[in-house]
C-alpha cells in the first residue's frame, strides 16, 4: 500500500484531473482517453511527476467518460416542446412541498420507452416532470411505472453572476430533460412495478407516516431531513435560519449523524456479543461489532439517498471498519484521501457540488485540529476545539461558494449539535424503525422530536434576528481563496509554529474583496436573466439602481432570493440607492418583498401605485413620473413616462427610464405598448435615441412600432425572455422589424445576463454570461 499506491499525492493528482475537465468550456472529443490509454497506465507507477502527470490524465479521462456517456442522452432538440408518450417508472419521492396544495407536484422518472407521433425514439434517461392539478395523477408512488402524454425540453436554467446553475444540477443529478404532464385519456399506470425501489418505497412509507403523525407541525420538515434526508419541506424562512446561523449540515445527512448510528450499533453488538463464549470463539467481539457498525452505517445511508455527505462519511467508516477486521490501520489523513478516491471514482460530478467540498474540507481542519496537540484534554475541549477550526476552516469556501458566513455559527452550533446529535437524530432514528413495525409505538418518539425540533428552531431564530448574525463579501478571486486556504492552516497550526498570526494576514484579501467599480461618468449596466421577466443593475462609480426585480412563483420562489440577492452579493453591493418598479404585474415586482428583506432601499419608485400597495410594496414607494432626472458620478438619469395624471393602463403605465454616459445612452421601457410609444414619440421625437433598449413589453407584437424603433434607432436591441416561454417572445415580426434596420438582437434565454460599459469612449461591447462563464454541460 506504502509503495505501490500513492495515496497523498496520487489522489490530489487525480481530482485536478476531474477539476480540469469540470473547468472545460467544451467537452473534448470521447476519443481521447482511448487514445491516451497506452501510455496512462505504465505513467500510473512511473516515479515522481511522471506519475503524478499518470494520474491526474486517469482522472481527466474518466471523468470526460462519465461526461460524455451523459451527454449521449440529451433529449432531441427536435422532440422540445411536442407531445411525447413515454413508459418508465418513478425513480423518486413526488415532491412534498406547498406546491402541492396549489395544484403541482414534481418527481424524477427513468424513461424506458419514448415515442413521438407513432415513431419511436431513443430514450434520454432520467427525466424531471411536473404535474398540476387537472393533470395530476392520482395515487403516484415512488417505484410505479406510468405512461404519460407529456411536453419536454432539454436542460435550460438562469445564468447570472454569483447564481445557481441549474443546469449544471440537472447534469450532475443525470437527469436529461425537464417537462410536464399533459391532461390526457393515455395517462394511467402500468401493471407491473418496479421490482428495485425496496429502498426507494421504504423511504416513502417512512415519509407519509411521519407527515400524517406530526400533521402541521412547522418542524416536521428538520424530522424529514434527519431521517430519510428528504428536505422539500423545509420552508424558506427555516432555510434562511440555518444558513444565516452557520446550522445547514444538520439537515444534511452527514458524518456526524452516520458516525452517530455507527457507533451506537458498535457500542451495543460489542456489549451484547461478549454475552456468549461460543459468539467469542467464532469471531472477536470488536470485528463483529465493526461488521454491524457498517451494516448499520449502509442501512442509513441508503435511507437518505446516497448523499454526497453520506457516501463520505459512509467510505470512511468502511474504511477504518475494515481496517479493525483485518487488523490494518491507516492515517486520518490517508483513510481521507482513499475515501476520496473512491467517491471520484463512483461519481466524479461530485465535485461540482459545493457539499462536497465543504463536507471533505469540514473533516480535514476537524483532523488538522485534532492532530499533533500534546497533553492530554477533555472530550469538551476537543469538542470544541474542532467545532470553532472546522467554522473558521470553512469560512474560504463558503465565501467562495455563497458569497456570505455565519458569525455566530459556534454559538448556534454549540446547542444545536448535542442536542441534534445525541436527542433529536437518535428520536427520529427509532421512531423511523418503529413507525414500520407498529406506529403506535412510535408516535410517542416522534411528539418528543417534534417538540424537541421546535425548541431548536425558535433558538435558531433567534439567534438570525441579529443584525450581525451573517457576513457577506463580493466574489472572491482564486488567487484570494488560495491565498486564504492557506493562511488557514498557518492561523490553525499547532502551538509552537513560528509566526501564526501571519495566517490572519493572509486572509485579508478575501475579507476585503472588493470588485472594480466603474470610473467617473461610466455606467455599468447589466441585464439579469430571470426568465419571463425583468431585472436590471445599473452601477456608477458610488451608486447603484435596480428597474424591475423579476417574478415571484409560489411560496419557496422567487427572482428577488434566487437571482437578485445573489448577484448584488457578487458583486459587493450591500445597499440599493435606487429601486424602480417599473409597474405592478408580477413578472417586473414580484421578487420585490424578498429583495428588500435582504438589502435595503434607499429610494423606491413605480408606478400603478395602488395594485402595488394590495401587493405589499406600499409603505415606501413614491410615483415615478415624466421629468424626474438626477445625476450620480457623472451620468445623467431621466424618467420620460408615464405623464402626472396619465389615463394610460396597466402595461401603458410602466416607468421608461433613460441613462447618458458620456454620451452613450441606455432607454429601459418597461412594458409599454403602442399607446405609450405614440405618447413617447409626441412628446420627445428623436431624443428618445438610444444605443441600447430594453424591448417594450419584451418583444411583444403590440409593442415596438415602426416609428417608435426608428425615433430609438438602436445598435442593440435586448430581449428579456424566458427560455420556450409560452407567448412566442420575442414575436417573429417584432424580431424582424429590428433585424431589417441591422439592429443587433440578444435574448437573455440564448446568453444569460448580459452586460454593457457605458461612457468609455469606445465601441459599446456586450458581454454575455453564457458565452463567457458557461461550461461545457450549459446549452449555447
Known sequence: MRSGFPLRTGVPAFLAGVLILQFSPVLPAPVYPVLLLPALLPALWLPGNSRLLGWCLAGFCWALLQANLIISRSLPVQLEGRDLLIRGVVVSLPEQNAQVARGRTRFEFEIESLSHAGAIHPSPGRVRLSAYRSSRPENLHAGQRWQFLVRMKRPHGLMNPGGFDYE????????????????????????????????????????????????????????????????????????????????????????????????????????????????????????????????????????????????????????????????????????????????????????????????????????????????????????????????????????????????????????????????????????????????????????????LSGILLDYLSWLAGFSFASGATASPSFAAFVLSITGMFWLLAPKGIPARWLGGVMLLPLLLTRLAVPAPGELRFTLLDVGQGLAAVLQTQQHVLVFDTGARFGANFNIGEAVLIPFLRNQGIDAIDHLILSHADNDHMGGAKALLAAIPARQISGSDLPRMKRKGIGRTISPCYAGQQWNWDGVRFRLLHPPVNTALQRNDQSCVLLVEAGGQRLLLSGDIEAAAERELLRRYGRALAADILIAPHHGSRTSSTAAFIDAVSPRYILFPVGYRNRYGFPHPQVLTRYQSRRIQPLQTSKTGAIRFILGQRKALTPELFRQMQGHYWNSF
Not at 456526524?256 to 448510528?261: E, F, P, R, T, Y
Not at 471498519?321 to 490517508?334: Q, V, Y
Not at 446547542?415 to 446529535?421: D, F, Q, R, Y
Open 168 to 451: 449544471g444540477w440537472l447534469f450532475q443529478h443525470r437527469i436529461r430533460a425537464t417537462g410536464y404532464i399533459r391532461k390526457s385519456m393515455k395517462n394511467h399506470r402500468l401493471a407491473e412495478d418496479s421490482s428495485g425501489c425496496f429502498i426507494l418505497c421504504l423511504r416513502e412509507r417512512i415519509r407519509d407516516r411521519i407527515v400524517t403523525l406530526t400533521a402541521d407541525s412547522p418542524s416536521r420538515g428538520l424530522l424529514l431531513a434527519l431521517a430519510i434526508g428528504e428536505r422539500s419541506l423545509i420552508t424558506r424562512e427555516q432555510w434562511q435560519w440555518l444558513r444565516q446561523t452557520g446550522a445547514s449540515h444538520l439537515v444534511a445527512i452527514s458524518g456526524l449523524h452516520v458516525g452517530l448510528v455507527a457507533g451506537l450499533i458498535f457500542l451495543l453488538v460489542n456489549r451484547l456479543w461478549r454475552l456468549s463464549s461460543r459468539l467469542l470463539l467464532l469471531c472477536p467481539a470488536p470485528k463483529a461489532a465493526a461488521g454491524g457498525a457498517m451494516l448499520a452505517a449502509l442501512l442509513y445511508a441508503a435511507l437518505a439517498g446516497f448523499s454526497i455527505p453520506t457516501q463520505r462519511a459512509l467510505i470512511m467508516l468502511s474504511v477504518v471498519m475494515l481496517g479493525l477486521i483485518f487488523n490494518r490501520r491507516l492515517s486520518p489523513g490517508r483513510t481521507l484521501a482513499l475515501a476520496l478516491l473512491l467517491i471520484l471514482i463512483i461519481d466524479p460530478l461530485a465535485v461540482m457540488s459545493a457539499g462536497f467540498w465543504l463536507s471533505f474540507v469540514a473533516v480535514w481542519f476537524i483532523v488538522y485540529a485534532l492532530a499533533a496537540r500534546v497533553g492530554r484534554q477533555s472530550k469538551g475541549r476537543q469538542w470544541w476545539r474542532a467545532q470553532s477550526r472546522v467554522t473558521l476552516g470553512l469560512m474560504p469556501v463558503l465565501l467562495l461558494f455563497f458569497q456570505q458566513v455565519s458569525l455566530i455559527a459556534p454559538l448556534a452550533n454549540a446547542i444545536a449539535i448535542p442536542l441534534v446529535s445525541l436527542l433529536i437524530a437518535p428520536l427520529c432514528l427509532l421512531g423511523s424503525v418503529l413507525l414500520l413495525i407498529d406506529p403506535d409505538w412510535a408516535g410517542p418518539l416522534i411528539q418528543v422530536a417534534v417538540w
